[in-house]
């Protein structure tokens, strides 16, 4: 459950939410069958999507880092997939932001990849897009751009 939902329960200490307060609710709940469906396509399919992007890369001319770190961008790629996947499941936008898109561009910065790693991550999307249902894709889209716009021009 994401961090607005919570801190909603915790302000209403001692009385009862109203309509209003509990939109977020149902907004999650109508979303939540799309939300495990990506969950689960991405569980299933995230090796296949990463493998793909990755192909796509060493068409670029970033061939030379795909040589060099093909392992290290794989597990990268498949470890944000899945951060990504259970932000989407928890609808918690927010944590994937603070907890894992601010560590992602440092990392990705200190070792002076992020060129590399927006074309690569740019890829990916392209993926996503082209093999997943429209209502998943489009809710993994908002995360990779998020991701993509941090890695190239910083949050």
Known sequence: MNNALLASIREADGRYLSDL???PFDHMVEAFQTR?????HVRD???DL?????RRLMQTP?????????????????FTLEYVSKGILLNDEDG?????????QNIIRSF????ACVVAYRLLKEEVRSTMPGDQSNLMVLYLDKLIEALDTGI
């Not at 495990?36 to 689960?40: D, F, H, Q, R, T």
């Not at 030379?64 to 392992?71: D, G, I, L, R, Y």
């Not at 994937?96 to 992602?104: A, R, T």
């Open 96 to 104: 994937f932001m603070e907890e894992y898109l601010v560590w992602m």
């Open 21 to 23: 307060e509990l939109r």
């Open 62 to 78: 970033h061939r030379q880092v795909v040589q060099e770190h093909a392992q290290q961008c794989q597990r990268d790629m498949l």
């Open 50 to 54: 990463v493998l793909n992007a990755l």
């Open 45 to 47: 399919h995230g090796k």
């Open 36 to 40: 495990v469906g990506l969950y689960n």
């Open 112 to 115: 002076n990849r992020q060129s």
